[in-house]
C-alpha cells in the first residue's frame, strides 16, 4: 500500500477489492476493483471518503496505521454511493467525535443510509468554501450529477491536489497490471457517460486550478501527463469519436444473424477501415459493447427478430445507449426474419429518439442464411455507412 501515498501528509488507506465479480451488480470486473480512500495528516486530520462495507476492517486497520493513535477531525463525504460511503457508519461508531463535511444535498441523503441527526457533528460547504487542516487547505468544488446529485470535489492547494470523487476512476484493483485507458472508458461511459454536460462543467472549473496530481475514488492516483487524461474525459464527455473504425454489434439465435455480421466485417475491412470491432452481443460483454459504440464514429447493428419483437440481446443493448446518451454518430441497420420482421423497425425507433445520429438509408432484411443476394446488399451499406 505505501507505494500509493501521495505524500508524507497525503496517504492511501484505500483497499482492493479481487474478489468482487459484477460492479454495481451488472459490470464485470475480472481484475476486481479499488476502494479509494484518503487520510491528510496536518494540525487537523481529514478522512476524504470510507470504502464499500466489503472491505470496511481492512480499510478501518489501514486507517489506524496511519493515524498511529491521533483521533480524525473531518471526513469528508464528496460522493454517497454505497462503494464509497458504506463504512461511515462504522466510522462514526469508532470515531464519535468526528465532524462530517458535505454540502446540503449529502446531509439531505445521509439519513437515507444512515438514519440519525447530523446537525450538531457536520460542517454544510458550497461552492468555494475552504477548510484549513494547518498546512492544507481544501476549497470544495460542486459537481452535480457526476453522477450523483451530491458529489464535490475538492483541491488541496499546497500539494495541488484534486480528489475527483468518481472521476478518471476506472475498473481494476490497484494491483492488477494493466493501462489505464481501456477500463478507464469503459467505467466512464458505462457509469459516468449520460453525463457529459455536467462533466463538461466540472472540467470548466477544474482549467481554473493548478492540478498536479489526481486522486480518484477508483484506479490509480494519476500525477504525470495529466492532459492526456484530461484530454480523453474532455473527449469523452462531447461525445466525439475517439478512434477511426466501426463497430459492428450483433446478436445471433442460431448462427446466421453471426454469419452475416462476420460477413459485414470482412466488407468493412476490404474498404479499408481502419478498424473492425465485433460484439456478440449474446456472450461478450455488453459493457464493452457500449465503450466501443462510443470509442468509434460508425457502427452496424444487426439482429434478428423475436416473439415479434427485437431479439433481448441486442434490446438490452439499445436501452444501455440511449440512457447513457448516445450520439454524434453514423450507424446501419441489418435485420433478420423469416417471416415478419420487425427487428429493423425498433431499431431504427431507439436511433430516431437519439440526438445527432444519422442512420444509413439502405436498410437490409436477412431472411434466415445468407445468401449472394444480402451480401451484395451489405457492399452498398458499407459504402453508405463509410461515405
Known sequence: MSDFHVSDAVRYIGVDDTTIDLFESQYMVPNGVSYNSYVILDEKVAVMDTVDRRATAAWLENLEAQLAGREIDYLVIHHLEPDH????????????????????????????????????????????????????TLTFVMAPMVHWPEVMVSYESSEKILFSADGFGKFGALSADEEWLCEARRYYFNIVGK??????????????????????????????????????????????????????????????????????????????????????????DQAEAVEDAFRYGRAVFLSPTYDGGLFPPMDHFMAHLRDKTYRRRRVAIIENGSWAPAAARIMRGYLEAMKDVTICETVHTIQGAVKDADAAAMERIADELLA
Not at 443510509?113 to 484549513?132: M, N, Q
Not at 492540478?211 to 466525439?240: A, M, V
Open 195 to 284: 453525463y457529459g454536460a455536467q462533466v463538461q462543467a466540472l472540467l470548466k472549473k477544474a482549467a481554473g486550478l493548478d492540478i498536479q496530481t489526481i486522486c480518484p475514488l477508483h484506479g490509480p492516483i494519476l500525477r504525470e501527463d495529466l492532459g492526456y487524461y484530461i484530454g480523453k474525459y474532455d473527449l469523452w464527455s462531447r461525445y466525439e469519436p475517439e478512434d477511426e473504425g466501426v463497430l459492428v454489434a450483433y446478436a445471433s439465435i442460431h448462427g446466421n444473424t453471426a454469419q452475416a455480421a462476420g460477413k459485414m466485417a470482412e466488407i468493412l475491412e476490404a474498404r479499408g477501415c481502419p478498424k473492425v470491432a465485433m460484439a456478440d452481443l449474446c456472450r461478450d
Open 85 to 136: 460511503a458504506g463504512s461511515i457508519g462504522r466510522l462514526l461508531e469508532k470515531f464519535p467525535a468526528v465532524t462530517l463535511v458535505g454540502n446540503a444535498k449529502t446531509f439531505a441523503m445521509l439519513p437515507k443510509y444512515f438514519p440519525g441527526d447530523y446537525s450538531a457533528r457536520s460542517i454544510t460547504v458550497k461552492e468555494g468554501d475552504t477548510l484549513s487542516l494547518g498546512a492544507h
